[in-house]
Antibody
Framework: QVELKESGPGLVRPSETLSLTCTVS????????WHWIRQSPGKGLEWLGY???????TYNPSLRGRVAMSIDTSRNTFSLNLNSVTAADTAVYYC????????????????????WGQGTLVTVSS | AIQMTQSPSSLSASVGDRVIITCRAS??????LGWYQQRPGKAPKLLIY???TLQGGVPSRFSGSGSGTDFTLTISGLEPEDFATYYC?????????FGQGTKLEIK
């Protein structure tokens, strides 16, 4: 059974850096793609980016270069850093695995997000 | 970025009802779409991927259809535990984008 769990400070001061780690159990971070998603209070879901075991990453342009992700294959974890935070970054942050397979009939790649971590609330406030 | 537009944004229904939630993509995304259920205070849970493939362990009353730009999630015979918020997610390209959500409430 694959499980993901987010950890990190629940309170971050404005203009500082939000840092979270996702610990993966039951699977290796050397497989699949590893994502961060957030949900502002009472709002919908926003995709932040992903990282691959090689260190390759893709981020949401809406974050305007404030985001960086890293991966530690020895610890089976991956991390999110978001700098210059404001109150607008207050949210529940989720990590998730994006699994994939090749369709036998069409040879196309099929992707899905499963599982997700339980989420961790990060509040930006002085 | 591809915009995903869900409708309705909220929906009232009764146990036993059949409901349909739609998701429209701003451009064609083949079948690269998933549906997720989120109960209050919980993480989203995968229901359907590849537009119509039911994730293991998900009840068969959930079904998905569509391709290109128009997709539907159908719940046939609502159970009390189905009252939640549902999101679509396109996995066709980056940035991945979600619909704004459909809150399914008890009538």
């Amino acid at each position: 059974q694959v499980e993901l769990k987010e950890s990190g400070p629940g309170l971050v001061r404005p203009s500082e850096t939000l840092s979270l780690t996702c610990t993966v159990s039951g699977d290796s971070v050397n497989d699949h793609y590893w994502h961060w998603i957030r949900q502002s209070p009472g709002k919908g879901l926003e995709w932040l980016g992903y990282i691959y075991y090689s260190g390759a990453a893709t981020y949401n342009p809406s974050l305007r270069g404030r985001v960086a992700m890293s991966i530690d294959t020895s610890r089976n974890t991956f991390s999110l850093n978001l700098n210059s935070v404001t109150a607008a970054d207050t949210a529940v942050y989720y990590c998730a695995r994006e699994a994939f397979k090749v369709d036998d009939t069409t040879a196309s790649v099929i992707y899905w997000f499963d599982p997700w971590g339980q989420g961790t609330l990060v509040t930006v406030s002085s | 970025a591809i915009q995903m537009t869900q409708s309705p944004s909220s929906l009232s229904a009764s146990v036993g009802d059949r409901v349909i939630i739609t998701c429209r993509a701003s451009q064609g995304i083949r079948k690269d779409l998933g549906w997720y259920q989120q109960r209050p205070g919980k993480a989203p849970k995968l229901l359907i991927y590849d537009a119509s493939t039911l994730q293991g362990g998900v009840p068969s009353r959930f079904s998905g259809s569509g391709s290109g730009t128009d997709f539907t999630l159908t719940i046939s015979g609502l159970e009390p535990e189905d009252f939640a918020t549902y999101y679509c997610l396109q996995v066709y390209n980056y940035p991945r984008t979600f619909g704004q959500g459909t809150k399914l409430e008890i009538k």
